[in-house]
């Protein structure tokens, strides 16, 4: 798909993370997974897991209970540590990419196992909705799809691949988005070392609260 193609507000960055920069980014996830383990969120009121696990990175980190739901906090729900510190390569990409002044306070990484999917859905737990939401996909492509602001409608197709950058920011910062399905790898043979279980990974990075 062309850039032109993309809805307003969309921007994608194909291979903005060369493969050393994937590497050196992979290591990095690595180490954070250790201080702060991956873990499954459920689904408010009905409790059901989510299939992709996830953890954070930086001053606040989203997450999802039964009983309070979708919100940030700023401490591991099991180890009851702070989050570890988002990566510089990060920082420096929103820097560069976000055209937002004030740095973000939350990283979602999200480990996406071979069935692993993540039905279509708005980020709307922040106060700061002007602040775009950039998106880093290491490991292997995925099908993702962006719907519109309202649920239901057509929705566009993308494929996301490792080193790619998304970008939904202006008036695409509230459309629905979502991951189909884990596709085989379309690039050569991925030799990421991604934490235990995950065959990609997607950084997301979000301000939560007002500059």
């Known amino acids: 798909m062309l850039a032109s193609d993309l809805p307003p507000g969309v921007v994608l960055r194909r291979g903005f993370l060369d493969a050393a920069a994937q590497e050196a980014l992979a290591r990095e996830i690595r180490e954070i997974v250790t201080r702060a383990p991956l873990f499954v969120s459920v689904m408010p009121k009905t409790g059901a897991p989510m299939s992709v696990r996830m953890t954070n990175c930086g001053s606040l980190g989203w997450m999802s209970d039964k009983e309070r739901g979708y919100r940030y906090e700023p401490r591991h729900p099991v180890t009851g540590e702070p989050w570890p ?46 602040a775009p939401i950039v998106s880093f996909s290491l490991g292997a492509d995925c099908l993702f ?16 691949s490792s080193g790619d950058v998304l970008i939904l920011g202006g008036e695409a910062r509230m459309r629905h988005h979502g991951v189909d399905r884990i596709l085989p790898t379309l690039a050569p043979p991925n030799v990421l070392q991604l ?7 997607n950084l997301t990075l979000r ?5």
């Open 85 to 130: 510190a988002i990566p510089k390569v990060l920082l420096d990409a929103w820097g560069m990419l976000a055209d937002c002044p004030a740095p973000p306070e939350a990283c979602l990484i999200n480990a996406y196992g071979p069935e692993a999917r993540m039905g279509l859905h708005q980020d709307r737990d922040e106060k700061e909705l002007s």
């Open 145 to 160: 799809r962006i719907g519109g602001l309202k649920r239901g409608g057509a929705t566009v197709p993308l494929v996301l």
């Open 195 to 201: 934490p235990a279980g995950a065959v990609r990974v």
């Open 207 to 211: 301000r939560v609260n007002g500059a």
